[in-house]
C-alpha cells in the first residue's frame, strides 16, 4: 500500500515511519520534499517572501517528483511504502498561508499515487513543545507556537482527511509500543 504518515511537526511523523520501515522489512520509505530538493530553507524563508505560489510549486513538485520516483522504482503494488507528508501537507499548509489549492491528485496531467491510507499522528501539546525543542525549532514549528495557527493546521487535515482510509495514531506512549500497535492496525486495514 501506499501510506503517507502526517500530522504536526513535533508529533513523531519521521520517528515512527522509521520504526514502521523497520517491522515493515521489505517496505519503503520516503519523504517529501526528498534530499533533491535540498535547499528548503531557502525556499522557505527568500521565496516565499517574493511569491506564496512560488513557494507553494517548489513543495508541490517535490510531491510530483517522489509520486513518479515511486512508480518507476518501487513495486509499491506488492510492498508498502511509507511516504512522510505528501500531498495533504502541501494542501494544509497553502490552505492556512491563504493560498487556494485543492486536494487533487492529477496535476498537469499527471496522476499522482493516491495513499491507500494515511497516519495521521497526534500528541499533546507540552509533549509536542518538549520534542521540537530537543531537535531545535523551524519557521514553521515556530508558527505553529500560534494556537489560533494551530488549529486552522488541524481544522484543515480533519476537512480533508478520508475517514475511511485514515488511521489516528495517539504517540504519547513509548515509541516502539505506538509502531507495533500501529503496523498491528495496518495489516487489519489492508485486510478489510
Known amino acids: 500500500m501506499i501510506i503517507v504518515i502526517t500530522g504536526l511537526d513535533g508529533s513523531g511523523t519521521s520517528t515512527i515511519a522509521k520504526k514502521l520501515n523497520e517491522l515493515d522489512p521489505n517496505s519503503y520509505i520516503f519523504r517529501t520534499p526528498s534530499s533533491e530538493y535540498s535547499d528548503r530553507k531557502s525556499i522557505d524563508i527568500n ?102 495557527i494551530r488549529n486552522k493546521f488541524l481544522k484543515e487535515f480533519n476537512q480533508l482527511l478520508d475517514p475511511n482510509k485514515t488511521i489516528y495514531v495517539d504517540n504519547n506512549k513509548d515509541i516502539n509500543i505506538v509502531a507495533e500497535e500501529t503496523l498491528k492496525r495496518i495489516y487489519e486495514f489492508s485486510n478489510k
Not at 495533504?88 to 490552505?95: F, G, H, L
Not at 487556494?100 to 499527471?110: A, E, K, Q, R, T
Request: some cysteine; overall charge negative.
Open 47 to 148: 521565496i516565499k517572501k517574493e511569491s506564496d505560489t512560488a513557494h507553494m510549486l517548489y513543495y508541490l513538485s517535490s510531491v510530483v517528483y517522489m509520486s513518479d520516483y515511486i512508480k518507476k522504482h518501487c513495486d509499491y503494488k506488492n510492498k508498502n511504502v511509507y511516504i512522510l507528508r505528501y500531498l495533504i501537507d502541501t494542501v494544509v499548509s497553502n490552505r492556512v498561508a491563504g493560498t487556494h489549492i485543492n486536494l487533487d491528485y492529477n496535476i498537469y496531467g499527471n496522476h499522482l499515487l493516491e495513499p491507500d491510507l494515511t497516519i495521521f499522528m497526534q500528541v499533546n501539546e507540552d509533549e509536542r513543545q518538549k520534542r521540537l525543542f530537543i531537535r531545535g525549532k523551524d519557521s514553521l514549528d515556530k508558527t505553529l507556537d500560534d494556537e489560533q
